[in-house]
T-cell receptor, first 115, second 112 residues
Framework: NAGVTQTPKFQVLKTGQSMTLQCAQD?????MSWYRQDPGMGLRLIHY???????DQGEVPNGYNVSRSTTEDFPLRLLSAAPSQTSVYFC??????????????FGPGTRLTVT | AQSVTQLGSHVSVSEGALVLLRCNYS??????LFWYVQYPNQGLQLLLK??????LVKGINGFEAEFKKSETSFHLTKPSAHMSDAAEYFC??????????FGAGTRLFVKA
C-alpha cells in the first residue's frame, strides 16, 4: 500500500492564482481531511469528508474548496491564493467505523509559498 | 468541547537523558488520546494511542505515555534519549463529531 500520497511536494504561487493540491489514499478509508500547519499553531483543520459526496468545513475553511467524488481522492482547491495561505498542507485519512480508534494516516505534505 | 495543551514549545535534553513531554487535555467524552511524531520535512506518524484500555501505553521507538484521568494528563516519556528522537511531537484528542484536536506541538532537541 502506498498509504496517503500528496502532490505536489512544493509549490510557489503568485497572489491571485488558483491551484489544486492532490491527495489520494489506497486504504479504503471513509474519513479524509486537510490540515494546514503553521509554526506554533499545530495543525488546523481546513475541510473534511466522511465519505464520497460528503464534505464539511473545519476550523479554517475560508479560501479553500474541496470535493469528494471517490473514496480514494480528496483534492483541495485554493480559489485565489493569498500570502496568508503560505503554509504546509497535510492530507490525512482514517477509517470511520464503530471500531475506529481515530488513528490518522498522514501524507508527506505540500509546502506552499504564495508571493 | 475538547482541547489539548502542550506545555513547552521546545524541550532540550542530552543524549541518554530522560525525555518528558507534557500534555493536558480537556474532553467532555471518554477521551481517545494520541501522540504523533513529525520528523523534519515529513508528515506525522502515530507514536502511540490511548483508547480506554490500559492506562500505561507503550509505543514505537521506546516511548510510552500514561493516562491520568484525575490530572487530565497524557505525558510522553522515554527513559533514554537518542539523537534520532529529535523531532516535533504532537498530542491529540478525539474531538466532537469526526474531528481530532491537535496541540501546538513540542520540538525536542537532543544534545550530544
Amino acid at each position: 500500500n502506498a498509504g496517503v500520497t500528496q502532490t505536489p511536494k512544493f509549490q510557489v504561487l503568485k497572489t491571485g492564482q488558483s491551484m489544486t493540491l492532490q491527495c489520494a489514499q489506497d486504504m479504503n478509508h471513509e474519513y479524509m481531511s486537510w490540515y494546514r500547519q503553521d509554526p506554533g499553531m499545530g495543525l488546523r483543520l481546513i475541510h473534511y469528508s466522511v465519505g464520497a459526496g460528503i464534505t464539511d468545513q473545519g476550523e479554517v475553511p475560508n479560501g479553500y474548496n474541496v470535493s469528494r467524488s471517490t473514496t480514494e481522492d480528496f483534492p483541495l482547491r485554493l480559489l485565489s491564493a493569498a500570502p496568508s495561505q503560505t503554509s504546509v498542507y497535510f492530507c490525512a485519512s482514517r477509517n470511520s467505523g464503530q471500531r475506529s480508534s481515530y488513528e490518522q494516516y498522514f501524507g508527506p505534505g505540500t509546502r506552499l509559498t504564495v508571493t | 468541547a475538547q482541547s489539548v495543551t502542550q506545555l513547552g514549545s521546545h524541550v532540550s535534553v542530552s543524549e541518554g537523558a530522560l525525555v518528558l513531554l507534557r500534555c493536558n487535555y480537556s474532553s467532555s467524552v471518554p477521551p481517545y488520546l494520541f501522540w504523533y511524531v513529525q520528523y523534519p520535512n515529513q508528515g506525522l506518524q502515530l507514536l502511540l494511542k490511548y483508547t480506554s484500555a490500559a492506562t500505561l501505553v507503550k509505543g514505537i521507538n521506546g516511548f510510552e505515555a500514561e493516562f491520568k484521568k484525575s490530572e487530565t494528563s497524557f505525558h510522553l516519556t522515554k527513559p533514554s534519549a537518542h539523537m534520532s528522537d529529535a523531532a516535533e511531537y504532537f498530542c491529540a484528542v478525539r474531538g466532537g463529531g469526526f474531528k481530532t484536536i491537535f496541540g501546538a506541538g513540542t520540538r525536542l532537541f537532543v544534545k550530544a
